[in-house]
């Protein structure tokens, strides 16, 4: 599958160089920053769980009382345990429900105690990772049990209904049509939600809560489809918005198997704030690093703000920097699964060969990565014929370029989230396309020095062109200027700010000392 | 299970249904308003005209999404369902042996214009189709497949000759409703031309005919799309030999 | 051109329509019944189940073809006509500067959980759609576009801080009738914070709506899908001065 | 688009001779027959028009009546020419109408009489055959005029409503939409009739009747679909069933552009007498060549009746014996379209694969032909959604194999004849494969020795040995035995034998004649 393109090594390699010099700063800051939800997410995994009367998450109440007494910047572990200490109370749970009362008062412990505090805390939170561990072995032998997926690409298929209880016979049905992988999307809110919610829900808007309880249920559901089908079924959801640490480690716990989990999509399309943003990311990261989740990046949503033939590069751009994140934060290349997608506008002439060309500029630049390949959404209209057969064409582009994650079209895409129905048509589709031409990327050889050669090599060039100018102006500058997506997010903007400190002298976080330690 | 139901797009009980149609009209909003009070009349509500294209200079093709009212019941549901059981082509061959004591035998044929013969030469060569073999395979039914384009007086001609205890037709076709029109005068030739007592059963077939409308068309048993030769065999039998033992 | 139309499948008058549908049950001749009876109860008479397939253990997905009774006329056709002239940039600068002598301030944004800013930037912003400047290009309007996912609150904070004489809402997610929910929402609280008097105009848009619903949500007016910059600016301008003069 | 397969040139050179040797003895059964409608058709020529008052042309009165007194062996050409100089009647129509009221005795001239005879029918009938070259040379002033169709392959599409008048607007309306061709398909009777009907009609099942004013009315609506959209729109019709010489005249006579016109097709599916069709087959090629039609081959419709893999070299022997009859014909390769499909069960792995290998076999054996690509018929079902899909990829393998004339599939195929919005969506489907991949062609090489390469080469090896049979065993007995289409057809039965007759001693054919000798 590689060199089809005649991609010159040196200009690729100087890509690399350039996302790395360009992400460097960034992830800097994020080392040297924490937020509520990288600490909520810490205390999650020294098991903290349950909500409030109200509904508030007890770790949102612990976090909320800890910086009521102490502030952010020395992270929760250790005033907690402290805390817990002092009050001799074993069980954190217990602990946050007083704090929640507000009977307990929070204090940064120092000399003896702190040691002590620091090992208390590496234990409770250690145990969490084990679970983690636990988790990501039971998820290796059951592939071995059930096995993968016959075929490249992986099948993938979103479910919608905003009800659990929905969401799982669809889901069902779907795996036994010949999904992959399903994916449970998410209510319109909940990105902006500062807390997730608790519990299995049956009321979102346009998709499903993602809660711990939703995510076990569905899982357990998909294990069973799994024993029926012969084949390990793999579970996404969303490691995004102002939560992004916590459900990174709620998936991690309840063995999800991919999160969609981008750099730049909350700051892009929810209007988080980018400090923010980039703390949580690397947070999340290291926790899908560990817990064997494959990432999927989001670099297909600029292509519904932006075009798809003037922003080609930016994909490329993002992809780079995306790479670069994610290998700093612990993952290996295959739990890369870059986004991009099939957004050219189908009117174009060549847009198929210009799709094609796109579709292997990111397979030869990232050989070892599982490319998550996005159907049409932008251009799709209400004629629901035109767009099965567009869908039709972007799965036999992704076939013919060997993408690794198929994410399904939908004919209805203009006009409802997917129905039962819908599903099936789509899957058919897939059928068809990966059986009567998935051995047809043979015959594809671009003709040398024609037309699909030169887009992709015009599309690298005008990569490192930005880079380079992102280097200089910085990242944070660029997103600043409408450089992915058209959208502009200054640095000191957006959502969730408030929940971002910088590191106070001793600030500890033993989950991020047992993630990094043993990368 | 409930026996009323609804349409289910993705929750159970919403009702939401597909539809496309071409209104002879230009495109523009009152073409749409039109669409709507069409999708309205039908039952959809609330409805969205979710693509309108003009074709041409005076047409428009819609594509309609929407909730139904209807309720569907499943008690009230009509179907010609296989009143009969299902035999092997063994079993087939044993009755005929056993009671018919003779050959059984069948005089197919595609009739009027129409030259579809894959559906009828489906039911009647050895070849057969979606793995089960044809009625000339069963040793104790005799065949004769007159092909396509028969006409009517031909095909009574043939059964007479043949002695056919039935017969067997196609129809694919059906344009301005051809189909109905030829098993029409199919039928009625074979009233005219042999008493009731030696009238072969009539049997007709094709993938567009609607199964309960039998005893419109004057024939004895209709079969529609995705048919099979044994079921085609069964009902044989049982319509010759084990009902008419009943009846006698 | 007669009004009375019926839908055009190969010939005038023959009224066909293509459907498709699920039903909550499994694929069998009772499911193809059923399928029958709802087109049935929709008017489809004749109507052909020309496709049936099962999905998982309890559904079966149909396509259903047939002549629908229902006669469209189009003379009791309602829609959204519009009801003003289409004015060019220029023309609708020119009636805001003589006849507003200030700036005519919009407020714009995506209000609820939703962040599809597409269409009300399409609207808005200079870059504008099919080939027409956005609102931001014309010298007399002031926009204010305050993004996605803004709180309705915050929309009538901003609108009253800005003394907008326009408030224009997108909605483009729909599940579970979330734009008619958000809308209702919003209306209520210009309804409840500001006096009659003073109350913004309040438009709302997005590809889902019904144009006709707009008193029944508490709006002055509802935009679809495909609406273009001009439209919009020369609504604003008949509705807060052409009309108004006319009215006074 | 040559080499693409790397096929043997002295195989390809092998199978050519094979198919003359094949099909010479049929060529001398042709040369040595005559029919009752090749009669006709030279009466047509000679300007006998019309019908009696129960709708019989009065072509159809003047041989019955010509037979009844002197047999069909010698032609009517000298017995009509001989009586009309007898009766003293200048008009051969007034001598039909004569011959029809029984007035008329008919005998064969013989010497001065019969040269005179001679002479007299040459001129009525290169009378006709010269308004076949003015409408040819219309034609080629029109093409020139309004211009060929910027792309290929051309567009083709059906209309098929039984009524010449609801006929005309939607072929108005496919054409503006983008239709380069536009048939008018038969009613399903048509091809058994013995006589062509008259006038315009409005009746037909599933087709509108092929009449001389049918013809003419919708070709004159098609000029000024011409005129209007600057591109010259082509009629087509069915040179075949019982008239086939008769019909191909009147396409001459009123300026249709390309005739279905096969071989085989009426004996295989019609049922028709083998004899009487390849001698009526020669005449109204000889007629197509004349009036620069192109034909339309039918091998198309063995994949219906047979399994389009295990019978893909029988499209290829009937293909290779179609061009020796038309070549025989005096046919150009600019006027061979001939026929295959895409009819492969799309549920075999690499079926699209196997499309390719065959599309691409037909394109490369005959390199200078306006290949005709049927859409997919036999495997469309009711699933309409699918089946757009299946036709978006038979449109992509036609494009990617270079075919010369697309016959637009319909989502509706296994429904009804095609609705108006049908066609809209087809082409609609078209115009997107041929814009967004219409270079693909480009960048598909079949892989050296790969799956396309050998599935072609063996087939083709098929067709070799199945022509070294058919020689041995004769071509007529080969259709016996259900060779094509798996339906047997023997030589002595099927419909229209009684209107067959050798050639007695003088047999004399004024437009054979003229046609033969301008070859
Ligand atoms: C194959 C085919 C042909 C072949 C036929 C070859 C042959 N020897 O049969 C050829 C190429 C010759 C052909 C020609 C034409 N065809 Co055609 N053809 C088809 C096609 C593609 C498939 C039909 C088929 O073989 N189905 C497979 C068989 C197994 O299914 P079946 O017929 O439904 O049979 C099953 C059941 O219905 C049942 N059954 C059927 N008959 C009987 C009888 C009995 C007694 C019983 C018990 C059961 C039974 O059992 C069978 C097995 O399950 C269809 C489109 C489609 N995909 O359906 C068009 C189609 C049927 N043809 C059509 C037309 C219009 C024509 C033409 C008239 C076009 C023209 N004007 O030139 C011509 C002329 C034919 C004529 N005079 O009749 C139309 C009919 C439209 C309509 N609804 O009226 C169709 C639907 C295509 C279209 N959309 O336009 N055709
Ligand atoms: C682009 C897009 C996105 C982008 C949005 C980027 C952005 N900054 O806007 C991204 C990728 C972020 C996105 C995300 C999601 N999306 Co989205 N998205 C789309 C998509 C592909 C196109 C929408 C679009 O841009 N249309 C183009 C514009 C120009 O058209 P328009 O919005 O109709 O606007 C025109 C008119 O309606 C009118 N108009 C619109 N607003 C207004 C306002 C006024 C005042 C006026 C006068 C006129 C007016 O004028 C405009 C110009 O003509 C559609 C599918 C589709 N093809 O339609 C799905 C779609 C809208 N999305 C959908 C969903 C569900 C989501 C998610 C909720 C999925 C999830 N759970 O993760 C998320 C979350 C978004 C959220 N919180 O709201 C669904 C909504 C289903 C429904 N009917 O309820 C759709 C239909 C896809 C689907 N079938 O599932 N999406
Ligand atoms: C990378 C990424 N994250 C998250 C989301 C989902 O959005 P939200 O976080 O609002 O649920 C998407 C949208 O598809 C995405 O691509
Ligand atoms: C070569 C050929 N001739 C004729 C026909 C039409 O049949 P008929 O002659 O019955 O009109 C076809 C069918 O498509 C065909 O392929």
Chains 1, 4 share one sequence.
């Not at chain 1, 590689?2 to 390699?13: E, F, I, Q, T």
């Not at chain 1, 990111?362 to 990565?369: D, G, T, W």
């Not at chain 1, 009567?436 to 690298?460: C, K, Y």
């Not at chain 2, 092909?147 to 017969?167: H, I, N």
Request: aromatic fraction near 6%; charged fraction near 25%.
């Amino acid at each position: 599958m590689s060199g089809k393109l005649d991609l010159d090594p040196a200009l690729v390699r100087r890509a690399r160089q350039l996302a790395r010099r360009a992400g460097k700063p960034v992830v800097d800051l994020a080392r040297s920053h924490t937020t509520v939800s990288v600490e909520r997410a810490v205390l999650r995994l020294a098991g903290v769980t349950g909500a409030d009367a109200d509904g508030i998450p007890l770790v949102n109440r612990l976090v909320d009382a800890v910086v009521a007494d102490v502030g952010l910047g020395h992270g929760v572990a250790l005033p907690v345990v402290e805390a817990a200490t002092r009050e001799g109370v074993d069980d954190l749970t217990l602990l946050a429900q007083k704090a929640a009362a507000g009977s307990v008062r929070f204090e940064v412990p120092s000399g003896r105690a702190a040691t002590a505090a620091r090992r208390a805390a590496r234990r409770a939170v250690g145990a969490g990772i084990t679970r983690i561990d636990k988790r990501r072995a039971e998820r290796d032998r059951l592939i071995k049990r059930h096995g993968d997926p016959d075929q490249r690409p992986w099948i993938y298929l979103i479910v919608a209904t905003g009800d659990i209880y929905e969401d799982i016979p669809q889901a069902q049905a779907a795996a036994r049509e010949g999904a992959d992988i399903i994916a449970v999307i998410r209510s319109t809110g909940q990105s902006l939600l500062d807390y997730v919610p608790e519990g299995a829900t049956r009321e979102g808007f346009a998709g499903t809560y993602a809660t711990q309880e939703n995510f076990r249920l569905m899982r357990a559901a998909l294990d069973e489809s799994s024993r029926e089908l012969g084949r390990y079924v793999r579970l996404t959801n969303y490691a995004s918005g102002l939560c992004m640490p916590e459900i990174a480690t709620l998936a991690g716990l309840e063995r999800l198997d991919m999160m969609l989990n981008d750099s730049m999509y909350g700051i892009l399309f929810r209007d988080i704030n980018p400090i923010r943003t980039f703390v949580d990311q690397r947070f999340s990261r290291q926790i899908h690093a560990r817990a064997g989740i494959i990432i999927n990046t989001g670099e297909d949503n600029y292509l519904t703000t932006a075009d798809a033939v003037e922003a080609a590069h930016t994909v490329t751009v993002s992809q780079l920097l995306n790479e670069y994140f994610a290998h700093e934060a612990g993952l290996a290349d295959w739990q890369l699964g870059l986004g991009h997608a099939f957004e050219i506008n189908p009117d174009l002439p060549e847009s198929f060969r210009l799709e094609l060309a796109h579709a292997l500029l990111a397979r030869e630049l990232f050989p070892h990565a599982p490319l998550k390949w996005m159907p049409p959404t932008k251009h799709m209209t209400g004629d629901v014929f035109r767009g099965n057969l567009l869908d039709g064409f972007f799965n036999l582009a992704g076939t013919m370029t060997g993408q690794g994650i198929l994410l399904v079209g939908m004919m209805t895409e203009a006009v409802v989230t997917p129905w039962l129905s819908d599903r099936d048509i789509a899957l058919q589709n897939v059928r068809y396309v990966l059986n009567a031409a998935g051995g047809l990327h043979e015959d594809f050889v671009p003709a040398p020095g024609g037309f699909i050669q030169r887009r992709a090599n015009h599309v690298l060039g005008e990569a490192v062109d930005l880079l380079e100018r992102i280097v200089d102006d910085t990242l944070l500058n660029a997103i600043a200027d409408g450089t992915f997506g058209i959208t502009k997010r200054p640095a000191d903007r957006g959502k969730g700010l408030d929940g971002v400190a910088r590191h106070e002298a001793g600030y500890y976080n033993p989950a991020t000392e047992i993630l990094e330690g043993e990368q | 299970m409930s026996t009323v139901i609804r349409p289910y797009g993705d929750t159970t009980g919403d009702g939401m249904v597909q539809l496309s149609f071409t209104l002879p009209v230009p495109c523009d909003k009152r073409a749409e308003g039109a669409a709507l009070q069409l999708a309205g009349k039908m039952g959809l509500d609330p409805a969205m005209v979710v693509h309108a294209k003009q074709m041409g200079e005076g047409f428009t093709f819609f594509v309609v999404y929407g909730r139904v009212n209807h309720l569907v019941d499943l008690s009230e549901v009509v179907v010609a369902e296989r009143d009969f059981p299902l035999l092997s082509p063994h079993e087939v061959n044993a009755l005929v042996k056993r009671r018919l004591r003779r050959e059984l035998v069948v005089v197919g044929a595609c009739i009027g214009t129409d030259a579809h013969t894959v559906g009828i030469d489906a039911i009647l060569n050895v070849k057969g189709i979606a793995g089960e073999k044809g009625l000339e395979y069963y040793r104790e039914l005799r065949v004769v497949n007159l092909g396509s384009q028969v006409a009517v007086p031909d095909l009574v001609e043939a059964a007479r000759a043949e002695k056919a205890d039935a017969v067997l037709v196609s129809q694919v076709v059906t344009q301005r409703d051809a189909h109905l029109h030829n098993t029409r005068e199919m039928s009625a030739a074979f009233r005219e031309a042999v008493p009731a007592d030696r009238r072969p059963l009539l049997v007709v077939g094709g993938p567009r005919f609607d199964e309960l409308m039998a005893a419109e068309l004057g024939v004895n048993r209709i079969f529609g799309r995705g048919t099979t030769p044994r079921e085609v065999a069964s009902y044989l039998v049982h319509a010759l030999i084990t009902q008419k033992a009943k009846a006698a």
